[in-house]
């Protein structure tokens, strides 16, 4: 049971430049989603996704693209990086229903943007 | 809109010392508010989940209440050490996904 794994950890984009973070769960979770962490912000949503095909935005989600095409994996996707997009980013999952609802999150993925 | 505030940002005390964390929450309809632990540079690591219908939730020297009518939660630690040294986040679930504080940074002095 590896919980939630995140690719790749560290990464250096320059301006323009597109790429995904990938996100991965090996929990059955139904809901899934990512933030940032900025300093000073704390951490903030970008997407969320409540199950495989359904997908939402968050507190902060220009900028990027999302999609939930099976219920284990959950992509984030930057179309053309931005140096504001430099941040940490951390997805999470946790169950649907039943249960303490807690959340586990991913080690994280340190996204720097030249 | 939920929103999560944490009191104090920053926090310096002698190691040996209890001391209390704050967080309060605008709605009061959460499904549970859970305490993360935060090192530099690192990932965040869960210490104490407490559900809505719950009252408080203890983890060796940790504990954690809740008093959901009014919108408030304390962490409370016991005889800190420097090893507590962390910046410490507070998180509430409703019906979307979690909604966290800005966190308290505790340092704790030998």
């Known amino acids: 049971n590896a919980g939630v794994t995140q690719t790749p950890k560290f990464q250096v984009l320059k301006t323009g430049q597109s790429m995904t973070l990938q996100c991965a769960q090996d929990?059955?979770?139904?809901?899934m989603s990512w933030y940032r962490q900025d300093p000073g912000m704390g951490l903030r949503l970008i997407h969320y996704?409540?199950?495989?095909?359904?997908?939402d935005q968050g507190e902060v989600p220009n900028g990027y693209n999302v999609s939930r095409s099976t219920t284990e994996d959950f992509p984030l996707r930057l179309l053309s990086a931005a140096p504001s997009q430099t941040s940490v980013y951390f997805c999470?999952?946790?169950?649907?229903?039943?249960?303490?609802?807690?959340?586990?999150f991913g080690p994280g993925t340190r996204l720097t943007v030249t | 809109k939920q929103e999560v505030t944490q009191i104090p940002a920053a926090l310096s005390v002698p190691e040996g010392e209890n001391l209390v964390l704050n967080c309060s929450f605008t709605?009061?309809?959460?499904?549970?508010l859970q305490w993360f632990r935060q090192d530099p540079g690192k990932g965040l690591t869960s210490l104490l989940l407490?559900?809505?219908?719950?009252r408080e939730q203890t983890s060796g020297r940790l504990n954690a209440s809740l008093d959901k009518s009014s919108g408030r939660s304390t962490l409370y630690i016991a005889a800190s050490q420097p090893g507590d040294s962390a910046t410490y986040l507070c998180?509430?679930?409703?019906?979307?996904?979690?909604?966290f504080g800005k966190g308290t940074r505790l340092s704790v002095i030998a």
């Open positions: 999470a999952s946790r169950s649907a229903g039943g249960g303490t609802y807690e959340q586990y």
């Open positions: 929990m059955n979770h139904e809901y």
């Open positions: 996704s409540v199950g495989a095909g359904i997908t």
């Open positions: 709605d009061s309809a959460i499904y549970n």
């Open positions: 407490i559900q809505s219908s719950q």
């Open positions: 998180a509430v679930s409703g019906n979307t996904p979690l909604v």
